[in-house]
């Protein structure tokens, strides 16, 4: 992808090595400044502030024009002498987190570009962020980390659960799920499940699958003398090793069916559990 702002006769150019990327990925490519001419923002200026950031951005927000659209996450900052009558093409590089937010319908990451005025800074922002229209702004596309979608997929075709929603909440990646219209699963509404790939050492072959169930469930309870459906929720929380959802490198349906069963059991109609 490319982007292209300009400001003060100076032509800021951002490249991306893709068009999409998922969790854990490396978001990497080349940062070009073009002049119209050799007079062009000769201040003598040795120090520039260039800076691409990797920020998290808010639509309804960035629609408002609002100054705290944006979360920033990483900085890259390009020293290099803008005075010199020289174009700049320098190479950069953000390695997203495995926990990054995804692109749904609230939010996305996004890379913003170009020379931070520190006369147009305040002391509540160093990053000049609040002005943020003068920036280059290029979104990036971001989906869930691949292995989360051994789990989504398993309870799809094996337990026939369908996926109704997915969103990033706070860290998570939310998964609303209605369950099977079977009558073992009558007393439950609708299953809420955030996933994240987490490890300490930041190694592809360490990662564990984190995941919290939230089971929206509805029965009879006797109230007061009065048989009434009362609603409630049950939360679990659950830790899979890689050989639990992983296997030879593809989808471990087998053993994810089984981490399922050892939460839903606690979940289920006692009258229909097998």
């Known amino acids: 992808m490319k982007g292209t702002v300009v400001k003060d006769n100076l032509e800021y150019i951002i490249e991306t090595n893709n068009e999409n990327w998922l969790q854990g990925d490396k978001v990497a490519g080349h940062f070009y400044i073009k002049k119209s001419s050799k007079d062009s923002n000769s201040n003598?200026?040795?120090?520039?502030?260039?800076?691409i950031h990797l920020a998290y951005g808010e639509f309804k927000k960035i629609h408002e024009k609002r100054f705290d659209a944006w979360k920033i996450l990483e900085t890259h900052q390009i020293n290099q002498d803008e005075s010199q009558?020289?174009?700049?093409?320098?190479?950069?590089?953000?390695?997203?987190?495995f926990d990054a937010p995804i692109t749904d319908k609230n939010?996305?990451?996004y890379l913003l570009y170009g020379k931070y005025d520190k006369r147009r800074g305040s002391e509540s922002s160093e990053n000049g962020v609040e002005h943020w229209s003068d920036w280059g702004i290029l979104q990036?596309?971001?989906?869930?980390?691949?292995?989360?979608?051994?789990?989504?997929?398993?309870?799809d075709r094996f337990l026939?659960?369908?996926?109704?929603?997915?969103?990033?909440?706070?860290?998570?990646?939310?998964?609303?799920?209605?369950?099977?219209?079977?009558?073992?699963?009558?007393?439950?509404?609708?299953?809420?499940?955030?996933?994240?790939?987490?490890?300490?050492q930041n190694k592809q072959t360490d990662l564990q699958m984190e995941i919290r169930y939230l089971f929206n469930t509805k029965g009879l309870e006797l109230?007061?003398?009065?048989?009434?459906?009362?609603?409630?929720?049950?939360?679990?929380?659950?830790?899979?090793?890689?050989?639990?959802?992983?296997?030879?490198?593809?989808?471990?349906?087998?053993?994810?069916?089984?981490?399922f069963k050892e939460i839903s059991q606690q979940v289920l109609s006692k009258l229909y559990q097998k």
């Open 44 to 51: 003598g200026n040795s120090n520039p502030n260039l800076l």
């Open 85 to 97: 009558d020289v174009s700049l093409k320098v190479q950069w590089e953000f390695s997203l987190p």
């Open 107 to 109: 939010g996305s990451l």
């Open 140 to 155: 990036l596309n971001v989906d869930n980390h691949p292995y989360l979608n051994y789990f989504t997929e398993t309870l």
């Open 160 to 200: 026939r659960f369908k996926i109704k929603q997915k969103k990033f909440a706070k860290g998570w990646v939310e998964f609303k799920f209605l369950p099977p219209s079977s009558r073992e699963w009558s007393n439950v509404d609708s299953l809420f499940c955030y996933l994240r790939m987490q490890t300490e």
């Open 223 to 259: 109230n007061q003398g009065q048989v009434a459906i009362q609603k409630n929720k049950k939360e679990f929380a659950q830790t899979l090793t890689r050989e639990r959802y992983e296997l030879y490198g593809i989808a471990n349906h087998q053993g994810i069916q089984e981490a």
